[in-house]
């Protein structure tokens, strides 16, 4: 015997059914086979609105009743032989007019009792499995139908009834020896008391009903077909990377099934571990799929995590006071009360001081166990010996399972910084002596990134995916996209890293894909995207709240580089080359490294300085090591290294300027590079990292350019001024062929004071031979005194700032 159960997806319509019946054609060809039927898909929950809808003088229910009758008439007229057809039709009116006569009488008394609700609840699984049958016996005559309500027994607990097992399987024995047929199909969900009233066995009965038969038949192994491929390590429908599951103990299948597995309901395993009778989780739509095996055997696996579950809809109910502490009963008292009302405790863990107890119950009966535990402890919380409780609604709670997990140690450690990493607060935490689970309340918002990071960590050979918001898609922006779409595929598979772009964003429009942006047409998904909002940016990558989540910022923009704290303050990392709020003021400065170390958010501008040079990474080392930075002298603008560079008798100074600009060397406004602010900001930046404290005010700029130049308003009239102050530009680069020397602008750090400036660099210098765009820098520190330490190469242009960008990118996923 075999005992085989099909869920609502699994009969939902005729087609689905067909499969279905191939399914059972097969098993029965060498096996006894009772079939358990689950209602067609979507009825039970009809039934339920409209028994409730009734009840609320809403006469809508009428259309439902409707609905659910077309519905089966539809099935019967697609799979039932035309001449078998009548005898279901008359079956089903009979049926619907019972069905009907119960619905007027809520409507009518406007009220729903647990028991006519479970007897409405009931008709789902009556009328599916009739029909079911009927499909049966055209392919395998030796088939007969058996009311589930004949064989198990249970007492008179509406809405989720125990079953009597003494009675059942007595029911069940003697059901199997008068039974001649090879298949019986039976209803799942429904049973009845002692009486004769319909019960019902909780929602998701049906697995209840297959897992009860199967004990008291003995079978061979219970089958359970759904419509996805066994149990997964996580709920495929939040975590897109879950794995089937090929094999799994009782116990485990037991605790994923009791933290929200919807694939078993959880009392299931209970009747079968007793009799040793194996469970197949299979899929009905792919029956050649392994699917999960479920049995006693104890499983070796190097992953002591077996699946990450998760119940949502939590309240967290906290009682404290010094009135509990080393009073005996407290505990008990609480949990009586809650039994008493019928509340169901899913979570609980208690402080060892004895100070507070919280405990975790379904937000729909939050309200009713506050008012029955503050009555219970009327008298403690009037004298000030116990709070009034703590109600926190709307959490969740997410458990790590695995049988295993006992002999491994870290386990919490990992999960509880993996869930911190990402800001994901945890409310409060329980796992039990057999630490078989390990399980944390955390806010319901967070729910999908904490199953997302959970799995990644303990699921993925340690694969990090990095979700990126990439503001700025101008020149730089454009060849950063560019790398990425080239190195995906290197860094998934030699760093385990995956990269995804979620948001791009330019000043007119912007566009967000919580799958990843196809980086091949992201063009025209940016063209065709909404307008641009920075507040509405912000907003989205809030509500997606994806783990591993990185703020790029490619701007040059005042008020992009205002908001990078909103999402340091949410450990999203900001990567950005816009330099304006490392140079900003000094206590600004200092937030925003502070928060990045309180909120554990990577905060990284490597490009600020050098574009994609490890200028400001080894500065970082050396401060970290111990060395002290005394002295700075370098060319950190690539742009004006360029203009001195081909600025010539030939070469005009302001065709120079434009090539730069048309380059991607200059900023988009050039009179920033060539004003000396940006080499200001850049040696700030440096002077600051390097341990000091100082304002952009405080750098004596020495600008080369004429006053008419400086008191132009845009591009156009700057470009215009040198045209007309050419014979300033002519001079200088005159004044310095005389001294047998060359034009650059250079910044200086030295004994507290800084200055940036165009200086005559005589031959013997090492900036004199600096070609093209190069940027050099010159440390002088504790332990490079005589000879400073210095770095040189590219330090302008879009791909070498885009590299550095990335670079800063990969060193977040690194973290």
Request: proline residues 2%; aromatic residues 8%.
């Amino acid at each position: 015997m075999i005992t085989l159960k099909f869920g609502g997806t699994s009969v939902a319509n005729a087609q689905n059914i067909e499969l279905v019946l191939e399914i059972i054609t097969k098993k029965a060809s060498d096996n006894n086979l009772v079939v358990i039927i689950s209602a067609f898909s979507g009825v039970t929950d009809m039934l339920i609105t409209a028994s409730n809808t009734a009840s609320n003088k809403d006469e809508s229910y009428k259309n439902l009743l409707a609905e659910i009758k077309q519905k089966h008439i539809d099935v019967i007229y697609n799979l039932i032989e035309n001449q078998k057809q009548n005898q279901l039709y008359n079956f089903l009116d009979i049926q619907i007019n019972q069905l009907q006569t119960l619905l007027d009488g809520c409507f009518l008394l406007g009220e729903l009792s647990a028991r006519t609700a479970d007897t409405i609840a009931s008709f789902g699984e009556l009328l599916s499995s009739q029909i079911v049958a009927a499909a049966v016996q055209q392919i395998i005559p030796n088939t007969n139908f058996k009311d589930s309500r004949e064989i198990i027994k249970t007492n008179s607990n509406f809405g989720k009834a125990s079953v009597n097992f003494n009675i059942t399987n007595s029911n069940i024995q003697f059901f199997l020896e008068k039974n001649t047929f090879n298949v019986v199909v039976v209803p799942g969900f429904i049973a009845s008391d002692e009486e004769g009233n319909t019960t019902t066995l909780g929602r998701g009965g049906s697995d209840y009903t297959a897992a009860i038969i199967a004990n008291g038949t003995a079978s061979k192994s219970l089958e359970i077909w759904t419509d996805v491929n066994g149990m997964f390590t996580a709920n495929p429908k939040i975590v897109k990377e879950a794995q089937s599951i090929q094999s799994i103990s009782y116990q485990e299948a037991m605790e994923l099934s009791h933290f929200g597995a919807k694939v078993l309901y959880p009392p299931t395993i209970q009747p079968v571990l007793q009799a040793q009778i194996p469970i197949w989780i299979k899929n009905t739509f792919n029956p050649d799929a392994l699917g999960t095996y479920i049995s006693n055997k104890n499983l070796v696996s190097s992953n002591p995590i077996r699946g990450i579950s998760h119940i949502d809809k939590i309240t967290l109910l906290t009682i404290e006071g010094s009135g509990m502490i080393g009073v005996s009963g407290s505990s008990k008292r609480i949990f009586e009360v809650l039994s008493q009302q019928n509340i169901n405790v899913i979570f609980i863990t208690q402080a060892s001081s004895e100070h507070s107890i919280c405990i975790g119950i379904q937000n729909q009966v939050a309200a009713i166990a506050k008012k029955a535990i503050e009555f219970e402890f009327e008298i403690e919380i009037f004298q000030n010996k116990i709070n009034p409780c703590i109600v926190e609604n709307d959490l969740c709670i997410v458990a790590l399972v695995g049988e295993n997990m006992k002999n491994h140690q870290g386990l919490s450690g990992k999960m509880f910084s993996t869930l911190g990493k990402n800001n994901v607060n945890i409310r409060a935490i329980a796992q039990g002596a057999s630490e078989r689970n390990i399980s944390v309340v955390i806010n319901e918002k967070d729910v999908k990134k904490a199953l997302n990071t959970l799995h990644e960590r303990f699921f993925e050979e340690n694969t990090k995916q990095l979700n990126l918001f990439v503001m700025g898609v101008g020149n730089v922006g454009e060849k950063f996209i560019e790398q990425i779409y080239q190195q995906k595929k290197f860094l998934k598979e030699n760093l385990k890293i995956n990269l995804r772009v979620i948001a791009l964003s330019n000043s007119r429009k912007m566009v967000f894909d919580e799958d990843g942006i196809n980086l091949k047409d992201s063009k025209i998904r940016l063209d065709n995207g909404e307008n641009a909002s920075i507040s509405k940016f912000i907003s989205k990558v809030q509500e997606l709240n994806l783990r591993n989540s990185i703020f790029v910022d490619i701007t040059a923009n005042y008020d992009v580089a205002s908001i990078y704290d909103q999402f340091l303050k949410l450990s999203i990392a900001v990567v950005t080359c816009n330099k304006i709020a490392c140079s900003s003021k000094f206590e600004n400065y200092k937030y925003l490294k502070s928060i990045s170390r309180k909120f554990n958010a990577p905060f990284l501008f490597e490009t600020n300085v050098g574009a994609g040079l490890p200028i400001i990474d080894t500065l970082k080392h050396l401060i970290h090591s111990g060395d002290k930075v005394h002295k700075i002298n370098a060319v950190l603008s690539g742009s004006l290294n360029f203009i001195f560079n081909n600025f010539s008798e030939t070469y005009n100074f302001h065709d120079v300027v434009k090539e730069a600009g048309v380059q991607g060397f200059t900023e988009p406004d050039p009179k920033i590079d060539l004003s000396g602010v940006d080499v200001a900001r850049k040696i700030l930046i440096l002077i600051r990292e390097s341990g000091y404290e100082m304002e952009i005010e405080q750098i004596e700029n020495h600008c080369f350019l004429p006053k008419e130049c400086m008191e132009t308003n845009n591009n156009e009239d700057f470009f215009k001024s040198l045209i007309k102050n050419a014979t300033h530009f002519e001079q200088l680069l005159s004044e310095a062929k005389s001294k047998d020397a060359r034009l650059k602008f250079v910044a200086s750090f030295d004994k507290g004071k800084a200055s940036v400036g165009l200086r005559f660099i005589p031959k013997e210098s090492p900036f004199y031979n600096l070609e093209g765009k190069d940027n050099i820098v010159e440390f002088f520190t504790d332990r490079y005194t005589d000879q400073p330490l210095i770095i040189k190469g590219a330090g302008a242009g879009a791909a070498v700032t885009a590299s550095g960008i990335f670079a800063d990118v990969i060193r977040v996923g690194n973290v």
